[in-house]
Structure formats: C-alpha cells, structure tokens
C-alpha cells in the first residue's frame, strides 16, 4: 500500500500565489523526500527532510516535517506557471529498500 | 549530477509480444535498482527491486514470471514485459541507487520513463 497520502489531490492557483500540499505517512521514517513529476517525465528530486529536521528550504521551496503527525507539507512560494506539475512525497518502505510514494498533488499555476 | 537513462522512451507492440525495456545509470554504478509503473493520473507504484548479480525482489501481486528482470551489470537493469496485454500499457519508470550498503540511500535517481502501449 501507499505509504504517503497527499492533499489536495489537485490545486489551481494563479502565478505569485503561494502552493501547499500536504503529506501524511503511516511508518516511522528516517527522512521524507519530495519529487516533481511534469506531465509524461520522469521524477526530479527536490528537497529531503532527515526525521531529526523540523523545516527546509530550499530557493523556494519550504518543507517542514511533524514525526508526532506523521506529516509533512511542501510550499511553493511565489508560484510561477513553470511550477506546473505533480509533487509527490516519497519515504522509504519498512524494509528500508526502496522508496514508496504517496498519491500526489497535481499543482496548476496560470498567468 | 547524476544521470539515469531509459529506452526506449516509447514503444507500442501487438498484444502477445514481448518488449524489453533498459535503464542505465550513466556516471555512476549502482548496485540496486528499482522499477515503477505508473497509471495515467495515478502514483508511481513500486513493481521490483532490482539488485545487480543477484535475483530481483518483487512486489506484492507483481508477476516475476511476466515482468522478468535482470541486472547483470552495476550500470544496466532491463525489464521485460513478457506476453504483452493492453492492461500492460503503462508509464514504466526505473530508479537507480548509488549505493552504499545493502539499504538505499537518501537519494534515488530516476529515469525519463517509458511509455508502453500494448494494441
């Protein structure tokens, strides 16, 4: 099964607005990772938050992580059309082998 | 940065077929690889693990005998849909792990993907 579940599903915003999307998980984790996907490409890594980290940024990009939650939310800051795509979160399974995605939130930025 | 290719990009069969697909890890080795697939406007759903030398670890409900994989050097893993169907059509997807132990790593890098689409 999924390991993380996002929220929205979908988000329509115009360019300059700010984007969040939530995750939750369901295992402990060790870090939660989060990837861009445009429409028919392959994954682009973004951003890693360790278990021990509370908030990252990265240009503009902040994630943040509550272990308590088991939850994470990514924000896009000043959003441009260029953001478009889908933003998925991703952790590692039980095991610890392999990565395990949550649904994904499909992000619309128009101009 | 490191760099994961796929090929082909796409491919179209007749149901029946089989089609092989390669990922390759260009400026690194990788020890583990791994392959996606992805339903259009779904998540990527984690097929196999693939570990170089050795067997492929699958998934739950993933047939090894339909989807054969083989990892025979550290840069190169192939897929092999085997028997084809249309319900096969699907964005295949592999990742590849630099590789520092029997666990992965912080990081995976990801291919441009594979369109299949089975007539």
């Known amino acids: 099964s999924q390991q993380g579940e996002e929220d929205p599903q979908a988000l329509s915003i115009q360019e300059g607005e700010n984007a969040t999307m939530n995750c939750s998980y369901k295992?402990?984790?060790?870090?939660l990772q989060w990837y861009r996907q445009n429409s028919g490409r392959g994954l682009v890594h973004l951003i890693l938050?360790?278990?021990?980290?509370r908030e990252k940024h990265s240009g503009r990009l902040r994630v943040t992580l509550d272990t308590s939650k088991k939850s994470s939310s990514l924000l896009i800051t000043a959003s441009r059309a260029a953001d478009t795509a889908s933003y998925f979160c991703a952790s590692l399974n039980q095991a610890g082998t392999a990565l395990i995605f949550g649904k994904g939130t499909t992000l619309s930025v128009s101009s | 940065g490191a760099v994961v290719s796929q090929h082909p990009s796409r491919v179209i069969c007749k149901s029946g077929t089989s089609v092989k697909i390669e990922c390759r890890s260009l400026?690194?080795?990788?020890?583990?690889m791994f392959w996606y697939r992805q339903f259009p406007k779904q998540s990527l759903m984690l097929m196999a693990t693939?570990?170089?030398?050795?067997?492929?670890?699958?998934e739950q409900g993933v047939e090894k005998d339909k989807f054969l994989i083989n990892h025979a050097s550290l840069t190169l893993s192939t897929l092999t849909v085997t028997s084809a169907h249309p319900e096969d059509s699907s964005f295949y997807i592999c990742?590849?792990?630099?590789?520092?132990?029997?666990?992965?790593?912080?990081?995976?890098?990801f291919g441009p993907g594979t369109r299949l689409t089975v007539l």
């Open positions: 295992t402990s984790i060790n870090n």
């Open positions: 990742s590849a792990d630099p590789g520092r132990g029997a666990t992965s790593t912080d990081t995976q890098y």
């Open positions: 400026d690194f080795q990788a020890t583990t």
């Open positions: 938050i360790r278990s021990n980290e």
């Open positions: 693939s570990n170089e030398g050795s067997k492929a670890t699958y």
